[in-house]
């Protein structure tokens, strides 16, 4: 059985960000779009996985973007899950337009029981027919945010709205993005470190929480932090120049 899914898209306005050019949220939309429909090929789609008691859950995302295509470019975005390891696992991107490579990137995710909200082990939940890929062909690791956002930048706040609110009842994973970005200017959006992204969840979030958005500066880039109203963080993200 095939264990790489390819297709092509199109950069229309609905995910052009000011500068004409696809947004980083509607990237890793995109990611989470073929990441669902490669998984209904696979049968452990999401309405397969409610019937077995259990869903996905997305623990953090990491890009590394070399051009963002613009309006009306065609591309080709490519996926393909690794070998899981006992409780988590590992989904890759590529994006290409002509051979050239705009982008890769990958999710690493877990399993939870929807009866108790716990992670569940990884081994059944794919076929054993399916030959997964073993080696990585974006390895580079995910990042460690030192937690405690209390001495940096306020940005502002956020009011989780009831559009922000997916199939599990918590804050859609996207939906934290657009919040995050939200929180930058105009001006600021058009210098913001671009060349990767980086967005690890960290708590979820309900309608009508109320988070507040703090920035710092790092060598590397930015950081973001959501926090909630006792400080814990929600969702860090990591812009790298």
Known sequence: MEAQLSREFMVLPSVCDAQLKLSIPDLFAWFMDIATLHAEELGVGANALVSRGISWITVKT????????????????????????????????????????????????????????????????????????????????????QPDFSGAEPLGEYRVRSTDIDFLGHMNNIAYLRALLGQLSGAERKTMPQAGAEIIFRAPCYEGELLTVRRRETETGWELAALKADGTPAVFLKLDR
């Open 62 to 145: 990491k890009v590394r973007i070399l051009r963002r295509p613009r309006l009306l470019e065609a591309v080709t975005l490519s996926t393909r899950p690794l070998v899981p390891e006992k409780v988590r696992a590992i989904r890759e991107y590529r994006l290409e337009q002509d051979g050239e490579l705009l982008a890769e990137g990958k999710t690493e995710w877990a399993v939870i029981d929807l009866s108790t909200g716990r992670l569940r082990q990884m081994e059944g939940v794919f076929s054993s027919e399916l030959e997964l890929a073993k080696e990585a062909a974006y390895p580079e690791p995910f990042s460690r945010i």
